[in-house]
Nanobody, 124 residues
Framework: QVQLVESGGGSVQAGGSLRLSCAAS????????MAWFRQFPGKEREGVAT???????TYADSVRGRFTISRDNAKNGLYLQMNSLKPEDTGMYYC??????????????????WGQGAQVTVSS
């Protein structure tokens, strides 16, 4: 099992940047496919970016070129650098993990572990 704790959320003006971090505890972190999901009020959770065990990354079309996902297996860490933020990026961001393959299209119900979430608010 793995436990996930996000940090780094906050408020920023449009065009600004934020960096989310996720600290994972538990065994065999490197064996997990990791990702960031987000949820807008009244909407389903959606995949933002993934980082699998083969070091491949995938991104949602809405964030490609603006967001960068990275991971540090030595520190059990996952990160999301968010640049050129837009008001429509406002939402709750979750760090998630699962064993097996993954892409940003892997449905939310197939992710086994979730953090508590970090709020990101972008004002215009």
């Amino acid at each position: 099992q793995v436990q996930l704790v996000e940090s780094g959320g906050g408020s920023v003006q449009a065009g600004g940047s934020l960096r989310l971090s996720c600290a994972a505890s538990g065994s065999k972190y490197s064996a997990y496919c990791m990702a960031w999901f987000r949820q807008f009020p009244g909407k389903e959770r959606e995949g933002v970016a993934t980082f699998d065990t083969n070091l491949d990354t995938t991104y949602a079309d809405s964030v490609r070129g603006r967001f960068t996902i990275s991971r540090d297996n030595a520190k059990n860490g996952l990160y999301l650098q968010m640049n050129s933020l837009k008001p429509e990026d406002t939402g709750m961001y979750y760090c998630v993990a699962r064993l097996g393959t993954c892409t940003v299209r892997t449905p939310s119900n197939l992710w086994n572990y979730w953090g508590q979430g970090a709020q990101v608010t972008v004002s215009s």
